[in-house]
């Protein structure tokens, strides 16, 4: 980061000021950023188990555009280009969030938008309001609604790919065992976009961040959790809302998105909860089946309103009149 200048020329003794966030750990971005891109090839394996070379040429257009987009701008706004990993997890979740069978020019289109609009016009890393894997996929998704909502049934390797409707789309049906169809669902063997493959390695994936303790467990938890019990209250299959759609992956490796999302432990879960309500809300009355993406993007414009009434209170303060704070 570029340290303040006009500080230390007024004194040349005068340690570097840097901007916020001031909280230092033992872990530089760049490691952050391989380690959540290691966490996220667990479910990526599975989108190509499921959707074959569908899957590969997906991630692969959408990846490499997002690089080359980074590095383009970064050379026009004459700042330095670090392949720290963002834009590759920029273009990996783009593409898990899509379904197979895009055509790539709308792919390498969407992250070149999530990169250039949703990132760098803002300043680039650290300074974006909005998730740009999610802005990029609500960008495509408001520009072609019947590529995005074209779903298949998992083919493998095979080029005979069948469409399918996705488990939230009016036309699913199932008429067999309930349990037979959290297992499919829990496995992956279901239609929809490629990160709704296999639940089972997602969770994985996510855990293994919380392990290492790159995410914070309380957002996937007030966001899953939220999902559950509102959903239950409606009437509807808490499991299958659960185990359906993008819910896992949004929990897991969007929703704890370091720049987009809170600071604090009680803004965190207030994110997540407010997230789990949208998403529902939109699920049952909106006009499209799904509503991870837009619920985790309208609570990346409240993130600093959020920030601002969920901070900590100093230690030692107490507030004993209306706008006045004393020592205790």
Known sequence: MP??????????????VFPSPHIRKGISTTRIMHTVVLALLI?????????????????????????????????????????????????????????????????????????????????GLGHNIFNPALAGRAFLQLSFPDAMTTWVAPTGFSFD????????????????????????????????????TMTLLILLG???????????WRTPLAYIGTVALL?????????FHILSGGLMLGAFFMA??????????????????????LTILIRLYGGMPEGVCFSILIMNALTPLIDRYATAKPYGFKKETK??????
Do not use: H
Not at 67 to 84: G, H, N, P, Q, W
Not at 206 to 216: A, S
Not at 231 to 239: E, H, P, R, V, Y
Not at 256 to 277: E, H, N
């Open 43 to 123: 479910p990526t394996a599975a989108s190509v188990y499921y959707f074959g070379y569908n899957a590969i040429l997906v991630i692969v257009v959408s990846v490499t555009t997002a690089v080359l987009s980074e590095y383009i701008c970064r050379k026009l706004r004459k700042k330095t280009f670090a392949m720290d990993g963002s834009a590759v997890i920029t273009g990996l979740l783009l593409a898990l969030t899509l379904p197979p069978t895009i055509p790539l020019w709308m792919m390498a289109l969407g992250s070149f938008f999530a990169v250039t609009i949703a990132k760098e016009a803002f300043g």
């Open 3 to 16: 340290q303040n200048k006009g500080n230390k020329e007024a004194n040349p003794e005068a340690p570097p």
């Open 323 to 328: 706008g006045e704070i004393r020592s205790s």
């Open 231 to 239: 959903s239950f209250a409606l009437g509807q299959d808490a499991i």
């Open 256 to 277: 704890t998105d370091y720049v987009t999302t809170p600071i604090t432990r009680m803004g965190r879960i207030t994110f997540g909860i407010g997230a789990g309500i």
């Open 161 to 196: 790919a069948v469409t399918s409707a996705s488990p939230l789309s009016d036309a699913f049906s199932w008429k067999t065992d309930e349990l037979l169809l959290y297992r499919e669902l829990f496995l992956g063997n279901t239609s929809g976009s490629l990160g709704e």
């Open 206 to 216: 996510g855990i293994l961040l919380i392990v290492l303790k790159i995410i914070d």
